[in-house]
């Protein structure tokens, strides 16, 4: 990893401390894609997603809008805002360190509503806001944010692993940082598994006020 | 301004350059609005703007979705794309140095497009995609991006200038950084002049790969 280029000139000429670093341009790959078109958030595999404006077709988070809920407490709930979590991303590495750190074998991607096990991307819960994904269709993914890992997802695992105690709260802890990313649809086309993702992520400058 | 926090643990315990900075709030003031609801993307002022997550209704930008355009020249010309180009917000001390720049007595918002003035954010246009804007009505905005500077709102600026020149390329220069923040509505609701609003940055670090 190269250092961070801490040479920004800044508005009106004054020089910040704050550092910069230019947009970025690599390849990805989606190893596998899923869709949670069952009861719970649980997901199953599928060869291709077409999504649209409205996200993935049939699946529980597909919308324009959704209804506010725990993550957004400002909001009181079931008002509608904005749908920017309808497609749900993991990386394969970081679902391995989740399982480490909660001690049990595996953390499987569909247990806890992943729509795409995205390849090649290092970190990849730490992607900045506002970096897309662009896929051979044309389709394109404009990522939102962090997942925040919650108990829901943590009392799914646990039903894996009926032995261990308290999994819906280890969780929180033990994926923070390492739970994916939430994206929305910039434009619709069809996601192949095994195609080639340009990532564009974009130029990037710590903001203090 | 502080110094950005450069002892960031992460993951799997690696401790790479990138620094980052946690989330902050503080709160800012509209000190007009504006909409674009004539022939061109010319604004005129308001008291009010009642959001919805179409938008700004009667604005040029209204929509969930928009054609794709010059701005995004990797999506075909046309293709519908989500819209995250809703509201379009300036900052004075922004615009005054933009005018300075240009060696002109002043560039006013309303010329080029603005949706809000909004005072009391440092360097608005550097601040991060997934900062949130939220108003006492319960109407928030979600900032998407700098607005990069395009020639047509430099000769619309030009057009008020009519001894000068090339206005529309100059622009582009010198408004880079400056021509502030599009946003898209996270939630609807009702935004007045002089109101408080809720400024919420996230987390910032910065990712390299």
């Known amino acids: 990893m ?3 280029d801490t040479s920004t000139a800044d508005l009106f000429g004054i020089e910040p401390t704050a550092p910069s670093v230019a947009g970025q341009r690599f390849t990805a790959r989606p190893s596998r894609l899923l869709i949670a078109d069952g009861a719970g958030f649980a997901t199953r595999d599928v060869e291709q997603l077409e999504v649209t404006l409205d996200g993935v077709p049939g699946d529980r988070h597909e919308g324009v809008a959704r209804p506010a809920d725990s ?5 009181p709930r079931g008002t509608p805002i904005r749908n920017s979590r309808q497609v749900t991303i993991l990386a394969p590495d970081e679902l391995d360190e989740m399982a480490r750190r909660l001690g049990i074998a595996q953390v499987k991607p569909e247990w806890i509503g992943s729509n795409m096990v995205l390849e090649g991307v290092p970190r990849l819960t730490q992607l900045p806001s506002g970096t897309r994904l662009h896929f051979p269709s044309g389709a394109a993914l404009a990522v939102e944010a962090e997942n925040a890992p919650c108990r ?6 646990g039903a894996f692993y009926p032995d261990m105690e308290g999994m819906d709260v280890a969780f929180v802890k033990a994926a923070k940082g390492l739970r994916g990313l939430v994206a929305w649809v910039e434009r619709a086309g069809g996601i192949t598994v095994g195609c080639e993702v340009s990532v564009r992520v974009p130029a990037q400058k710590i903001w203090v006020r």
């Open 71 to 75: 993550r957004v407490p400002w909001y």
């Open 152 to 157: 829901h997802a943590g009392a799914a695992v």
């Open 2 to 4: 190269a250092p961070a």
